[in-house]
């Protein structure tokens, strides 16, 4: 059974960085791209950044320049390292995984201004 478990949120000022993690189990990543979401509330769960397989990455406009995703595949684990943190960047932060379709729990990021 594949699982996903994030880490690493939490509170934060304005213009600080946080690095959010997702392990993965039952399964190993490197066969599929992974992908971050955010969901704030009262808004539309939202793509934030892709990486394929070989490692390609694309962003959302919004995080351009400010987040990076990446993989360790001998770790089993993706990475969102995030600087420059904003308050609309408040949000529950989600994990996923393309190849199964599955979701992590989400983790909560709140930036205080």
């Known amino acids: 059974q594949v699982q996903l478990v994030e880490s690493g949120g939490g509170l934060v000022q304005a213009g600080g960085s946080l690095r959010l993690s997702c392990a993965a189990s039952?399964?190993?990543?490197?066969?599929?791209?992974m992908a971050w979401y955010r969901q704030a509330p009262g808004k539309q769960r939202e793509l934030v950044a892709d990486?394929?397989?070989?490692?390609?990455?694309t962003y959302a406009d919004s995080v351009r320049g400010r987040f990076t995703i990446s993989r360790d595949n001998a770790k089993n684990t993706v990475y969102l390292q995030m600087n420059s943190l904003k308050p609309e960047d408040t949000a529950v932060y989600y994990c996923?995984?393309?190849?199964?379709?599955?979701w992590g729990q989400g983790t909560q990021v709140t930036v205080s201004s």
């Open positions: 039952g399964t190993i990543i490197s066969v599929s791209a």
């Open positions: 996923y995984i393309r190849h199964f379709g599955k």
């Open positions: 990486i394929t397989s070989g490692g390609t990455t």
